[in-house]
């Protein structure tokens, strides 16, 4: 059964504003599914997967365009570049908005081809896993998270043991509903299709197990102060090759790097920035937590809590269209505050935490970050059953309340 997107109503705006909407984002978080389904057979649709359209659509692009006439639903463009120059000419010629809607799984090469041939005609978009709230089929009513003194959701509060299995099961749509024991089969089979439909695609990859252990060795620091050094010793790559691969995992979606907070005029700050999947059930998988209950009794518990809650206020931004800016704040003297949003001129300090007995002595950091900026309300986002005052400025509110 469908589930509604987020992302729907961006989407249809940006399509009366601009020529071209593209929506990029990881491999099956249901791109496809969702335009042909907000399309209504509005528009055609082509996929470049299909070897028939690839070759016409690349050795015959003109007639390709003649074939598949405007408004058109484009899937997996990256796999035809010379396409995008093609459809600049085409638009070029009309005045009219949405003509072309494309998707794009491989963000890494594609976004150069998008800068060169088609700056100031297209949307971009970018597409995660299902949200908390279109999980719970009620995505028409996601807005972008800001801690609120009352805030408003829609969703159930769940208990420990559900929330993470939750946070195990993971985004992806196809994954989210079926059973417990399809989720290895799953996620060793997405595995495989990446590395070998987008990765390689990108770069060069002579050792294919070493990626994968490379993949594993970053999904086990998820929540964690990168460092990148660390990483290439324990895969037996060299900084470099990490680096790159660092690159292709943020570029195409399954990494997020948060940056630090940071003022050139002290020193005191640290400069490196934390990583953060953006799917907690890919990086279950990679890190070997095969149960949900391994999950919630093992020591990274509190790691996956985090960057489950760090990515579905990243999500719940994108899929609306914004793309606010975020960091983490840390000192010399160890003062860290988990994720700041600057919003209008203020800082949103957010503190997360696994607890269910939430204190102010919890948030202490947000005072002494306020004598460096200026603070908006805040929140410590954590397990308790409801909504708590800690302070005047913040408060303590469920992972179900963002």
């Known amino acids: 059964m469908y589930k509604y997107r987020t992302l729907q109503k961006t989407i249809l705006r940006a399509s009366e504003s601009f020529k071209i909407v593209l929506v990029t984002g990881m491999r099956q978080v249901g791109k496809t599914t969702f335009l042909k389904y907000i399309s209504e057979d509005n528009r055609k649709y082509v996929t470049l997967d299909n070897p028939k359209d690839l070759l016409l659509a690349n050795d015959e692009t003109e007639f390709f365009l003649q074939t598949y006439v405007p408004p058109i639903f484009i899937d997996e463009v990256q796999y035809v570049p010379k396409l995008l120059k093609y459809l600049k000419m085409y638009v070029d010629n009309s005045d009219k908005k949405g003509l072309v809607w494309m998707t794009g ?43 609120n003194i009352i ?52 770069t060069k990859i002579e050792n294919e197990p070493a990626f994968i252990k490379f993949l594993s060795v970053a999904a086990a620091r998820t929540g ?30 399954v990494v997020y790097i948060l940056k630090p907070y940071y003022k050139n005029i002290t020193k005191r700050f640290t400069k490196r920035p934390k990583l953060y999947f953006m799917d907690t059930g890919l990086c279950a998988y990679l890190a070997s937590w095969n149960t949900a209950e391994s999950l919630e009794i093992g020591a990274v518990n509190g ?58 002595n919890d948030i202490t950091a947000f005072d002494k970050f306020a004598k460096i900026e200026k603070i908006g309300y805040g929140s410590l986002i954590c397990l308790t059953d409801r909504v708590r005052p800690l302070t005047q400025n913040a408060n303590a509110i469920s992972i179900w309340d963002i």
Not at 156 to 166: I, Q
Not at 237 to 251: C, F, M, R
Not at 349 to 355: A, N, R, V
């Open 105 to 147: 799984s491989q963000q890494y090469s594609l976004m150069t081809g998008i800068v060169e041939s088609l700056g100031g005609r297209v949307a971009i978009v970018n597409m995660f896993g299902f949200s908390i709230y279109e999980r719970e089929g009620k995505g028409e009513n996601q807005k972008p998270f800001i801690p």
């Open 151 to 202: 805030p408003i959701s829609l969703l159930e509060k769940k208990n420990l043991t559900e929330t993470y299995r939750t946070i195990w099961k993971g985004s992806f749509p196809a994954i989210t509903y079926q059973e417990d024991d399809t989720w290895s089969l799953f996620y060793s089979s997405y595995v495989k299709s990446y590395i070998e439909q987008d990765v390689k695609q990108v």
């Open 224 to 253: 964690q102060e990168l460092n990148i050094l660390d990483i290439a010793r324990d895969v037996e790559i060299a900084p470099n090759t990490a680096k790159q691969w660092l690159s292709v995992l943020e570029t195409s979606g």
């Open 303 to 360: 790691a996956f809590f985090e960057t489950f809650v760090i990515s579905e206020i990243i999500k719940s931004y994108h899929h609306n269209g914004q793309f606010p800016n975020l960091y983490y704040y840390r000192d010399s003297n160890r003062v860290e505050i988990d994720l700041l949003i600057e919003m209008n001129g203020k800082f949103h300090p957010i503190e997360i935490k696994k607890t269910s007995n939430p204190s102010k």
